[in-house]
């Protein structure tokens, strides 16, 4: 069992920053990835990162996003630079805890264990 417990969420205008914060009950030695999901539209898949800290990132976030993880600290972290009305949804952090090399991305299908969610608001 893997519990997951983000933070970090709040309002900033465009072209702020914010960095999201994801605690883990235990290792993190998997996969984990962050999605989220705007009112209306389906869960997006945002960035993942695997155990030998190799990560993929969304089109729309690269450049701009940066996951990474401290295995002391069981945390994962959501650096978001440079911010876009787009942005703004609720984030959630996932651990797939099936994979540890190769991680999927998509709508989190894969992904066993989710946080609560932590909102981000972006205004113009």
């Known amino acids: 069992q893997v519990h997951l417990v983000e933070s970090g969420g709040g309002s900033v205008q465009a072209g702020g920053s914010l960095r999201l914060s994801c605690a883990a009950s235990?290792?993190?030695?998997?996969?984990m990835g962050w999605f989220r999901q705007a009112p209306g539209k389906e869960r997006e898949g945002v960035t993942t990162?695997?155990?030998?800290?190799?990560?993929t990132y969304a089109d729309s976030v690269k450049g701009r996003f940066t996951v990474s993880k401290d295995n002391a600290k069981n945390t994962l972290y959501l650096q978001m630079n440079n911010l876009k009305p787009e942005d703004t949804a609720m984030y959630y952090c996932?651990?797939?805890?099936?994979?540890?090399?190769?991680?999927?991305?998509?709508?989190?299908?894969?992904?066993?264990?989710w946080g609560q969610g932590t909102q981000v608001t972006v205004s113009s």
């Open positions: 996932a651990a797939d805890t099936t994979r540890s090399v190769y991680c999927t991305g998509g709508g989190g299908r894969f992904y066993n264990y």
């Open positions: 235990g290792s993190i030695w998997y996969c």
């Open positions: 990162i695997n155990t030998s800290g190799s990560t």
